[in-house]
């Protein structure tokens, strides 16, 4: 027998739909701001970033579907649409002769350059400058809280 859900009450209501709004209503906003700034989606931009901070602009697959979160279907679909676009290339991995390796083109470089300092001013006046230092530090530290017990609850799920 299944115990009745603990429901939310009023205040947790409004405090988790909140975060739903904002979480939806953010993501879209930036989305929309790339593509119509850079011409890049929000994926195509967190492949970019990944490719661009990484040591020689190269990463392994699985290292960049680790980054991002993805499923190996989703990250070879993605990857092939860009790499028609130019903006990156799967090349042999010298490591590994079985393995593959994405790099950042010139072209994936100059665009993640310019769409990065516009994201950066868009984010800014959405989000960074209308929070003071210690909000800042409230919403950091809450976001990792979650993220850790989400972590914890999937850990958990997985073992079971």
Wanted: net charge negative; proline share 3%.
């Amino acid at each position: 027998m299944t115990e009745d859900p603990r429901w939310l009450d009023e205040d947790e209501s409004r405090a988790w739909r909140s975060i739903i709004d904002m979480h939806e209503g953010l993501a879209e906003f930036l989305d929309r701001r790339l593509r119509t700034d850079s011409g890049l989606s929000t994926a195509d931009y967190r492949v970019l970033v990944h490719l661009s901070e990484a040591p020689d602009g190269r990463l392994r697959p699985r290292a960049l579907q680790q980054l991002l979160h993805w499923e190996k279907g989703r990250l070879s679909q993605h990857l092939t649409r860009m790499e028609g676009r130019g903006l990156v290339t799967r090349e042999p991995c010298a490591d590994d002769l079985r393995g593959s390796v994405t790099a950042i083109t010139p072209r994936g470089r100059e665009l993640i350059g310019t769409a990065a300092a516009r994201h950066v001013a868009v984010v800014r006046a959405a989000v960074v400058d209308l929070l003071s230092r210690e909000e800042l530090a409230v919403l950091a530290g809450l976001s990792e809280r979650v993220r850790q017990q989400v972590a914890a609850l999937e850990a958990e799920r997985d073992r079971a």
